[in-house]
């Protein structure tokens, strides 16, 4: 289990850091901002933490040494080649908000770099001989996850600083990437026995459905938005809720075999 939740956190950590700086980039297009200073610092904290808890679940840090070395035929290895990549144009696009906002090319580097990670990251597992990761359930789960978390996790971060188109459009995407991910996990897992499985499906759906609810409900309200005030509250709820459904949705992916193909 312990084992597992190295994985979750390696995975969802990546990937929402890869998110974040995606959204980062097309918020200056739909929004017209330059600066996203605390955005641009959780995207490369994330990918840190990610990063090392893949560290951890090698168990000898010297490992990841090996685990890189074989990129010409490894698709793990060249996910972690390129998670190394990103959160490198991660943080040196962080210490740029603060020197320079206006420039972009880090960013628009990390998130190309990033998008190229979560497809090596997906055909690790689609590459392999288990039953229901040979089909395109893990690139969905993986790219939708991406989405998810990385507008939810920007909009909570950034409320105040939003104009409200950009918090409608954001919310909309994260809501359909919800329902996606939703009926994905619910085909792969929702013919497995037992109470445990079946718990955390209901407890996964739940969390998808209430956190893009209150995202939505937080977006549609009046643009003008004070950091701490109620609606900026809603929409912190809604990332943790998505973030929660999400890390369920992972374990289940990581620690129970799928019985079916998913979409």
């Not at 144009?89 to 880090?106: G, M, T």
């Not at 209901?202 to 977006?219: K, M, N, Q, R």
Request: glycine letters at 10%; hydrophobic letters at 55%.
């Amino acid at each position: 289990m312990v084992q597992n939740v190295k994985l979750v956190i390696f995975s969802i950590g990546l990937q929402a850091a890869i998110g974040i700086m995606i959204a980062i980039m097309a918020a200056r297009k739909t929004n017209g901002r330059t600066e996203n200073k605390y955005a641009s610092i959780a995207s490369a904290l994330l990918g840190v933490i990610g990063f090392l808890a893949f560290v951890f679940y090698l168990g000898r840090p010297a490992s990841i040494f090996n685990a890189i070395s074989q990129f010409s035929h490894s698709w793990l290895s060249r996910a972690l080649v390129f998670s190394l990549l990103f959160i490198g144009l991660a943080i040196i696009h962080a210490v740029v908000q603060y020197v320079n906002p206006s420039v972009k090319r880090f960013g628009w580097a990390a998130s190309a770099v990033g998008v190229i990670d979560v497809v090596f990251m997906a055909n690790v597992y689609m590459s392999t001989s288990r039953p229901g990761w040979q089909s395109i359930s893990p690139l969905i789960d993986f790219a939708t996850a991406t989405a998810i978390l990385g507008l939810a996790l920007f909009l909570a971060i950034q409320f105040s600083g939003i104009g409200i188109k950009t918090k409608k459009l954001y919310s909309l995407i994260a809501l359909a990437g919800a329902i996606i991910l939703g009926a994905e996990t619910f085909l792969n897992y929702s013919g497995l026995g037992g109470q445990t499985p079946g718990l955390l499906l209901e407890v996964h759906l739940l969390l998808l459905l209430a956190g893009a609810a209150l995202l939505l409900f937080a977006s549609l309200k009046p643009a003008k938005e004070q950091a701490g005030s109620g609606k900026a509250g809603m929409a912190y709820l809604g990332a943790l809720a998505l973030s929660g459904g999400i890390m369920v949705s992972r374990y289940l992916f990581y620690a129970v075999p799928m019985t079916a193909k998913g979409l």
